[in-house]
C-alpha cells in the first residue's frame, strides 16, 4: 500500500497522540486506581478533551488494556536477547526490570501492583490478562531455573517450581512494602539477596 | 452506670447489626474493591436501608476501616499466646493465620488484597492504616527471628531483618497468585516450604 507522506504524518500524530494518552492514563490510574480513575481526569491531564481521547480509545477497559500491553512491550525491550538465552542470564535481566521499575517508573509499578490486586475478581476487565499474565511469567521463570538447576546452580534441595514461585511473590511483596515506604525498602538488593539464597553462584 | 435490661437488649442488637453491615461490606468491597463498592450494595447485601447503614457508620471511610479493625481483632484471637511465646511459636502462629485466611474466608483475603494494593497511594482512606500496619508486623517478625537466630535456628548468613521482609512479600505475593489460581496455588504449602528454607530447625 502506497501511504501520501500526510497521510504517513496523520498516523504518526496518532501514535503520538496515543502514547501521550496512555502516559495520562498512567499517572491518573496510579493515583486514584482503575475503577475511580475516569477518562475524563485522564483527558484533562493530556490535554485534550473527552471526545478526543474517545477518539483513541473507545472506552476505559480499551485504555488499561492499552497501558498493559504499552508495559508489556517496554519489558520485552529492556529483556531482549536474555529470554532467548534463559537460565542466570533471564533471572539477571528480570532483576534488571525489576531495578529500573523502582527507579524510573515509580508511578507505573504502582499502577501495575493496584491493578493486579484489583484484578483478581473475575469480573474486572483485566482479570483475564493477568490470570495468563501470571501463568506465562511463571512458566518462563520456571524454565529459566531448571536451566540454573540444570548447570548445577541451584542450592540443593530447592525445587524449579517453587523458585519461580518464590521470585514472583517476592517482586510483588516487596513491591507493595516498598510502595509504602520508599525510602526504606529497596527493592532490588532485598530480591537479589533473597535469590543469592537459592544460587550457589553469585547472581 | 446501670444499664436497664431493654437498653443492653438495644446495645446487642446495634454490636449484632454492626457486625452483620460489616459481613456485607467484605462480600461487597472484595468483589468490587474500595472504589467502586458502594454503600448502597451494602445495604442492600445486609437487607437495611441505606440510612440503616449510614445510622451505624457516618461514611464509607468509616465502614473500610471497621472492617479492617474486626480483621485485625480476629487476627489477634487467632494468634492468641504466640504473640507472648515469640520466636518460632510466633512464626508457626502466623502461617496457621495464612492457612485459616486461606480456607475459611478467601473473600477477606480478596478484600485485603485489593486494599492494601489501593491504599499506597497517599490520598487512599485506608493508607495511614497500612503503612501503620506493615511496619508493626516488619518488627514483631523481625523481633521472632531474632529470638529464632539467639536459639540458633536460623540458618547461617541469614539476617532476621531479611527474613521478616522476605516472609510478609511472600504471605503478599503469594497471595495474588492464588487468588488468580486457587486451585494450583497452596498459599500455606508454598510459604512453609519457603520458611524451611531459612530454618535449621523443623518449621
Known sequence: MVTSPSARGEYTKSVERRREIIAAAVEVFSVAGFHKGSLRDVAKRAGLTQAGVLHHF????????AVLTWRDEQAR???GDAARV???TYIRAMVGLVDANQRETPELAEL??????EATSHSHPAHDYFAERYAWVL?????????VAEAGHLRP?????DAAR?????????????LYSRKSVDMTVELRRFLQTLLTVDL
Chains 1, 2 share one sequence.
Open 58 to 65: 473507545p472506552s476505559k477497559n480499551h485504555l488499561v488494556k
Open 112 to 117: 501495575y501492583a493496584v491493578l493486579s490486586a
Open 77 to 79: 525491550e529492556a529483556i
Open 139 to 147: 512458566d518462563a521463570v520456571q524454565t529459566a531455573f531448571e536451566d
Open 166 to 178: 518464590w521470585m514472583l511473590a517476592m517482586v510483588d511483596g516487596l513491591q507493595i512494602q516498598w
Open 86 to 88: 534463559g537460565g542466570l
Open 157 to 161: 534441595g530447592v525445587d524449579p517450581p
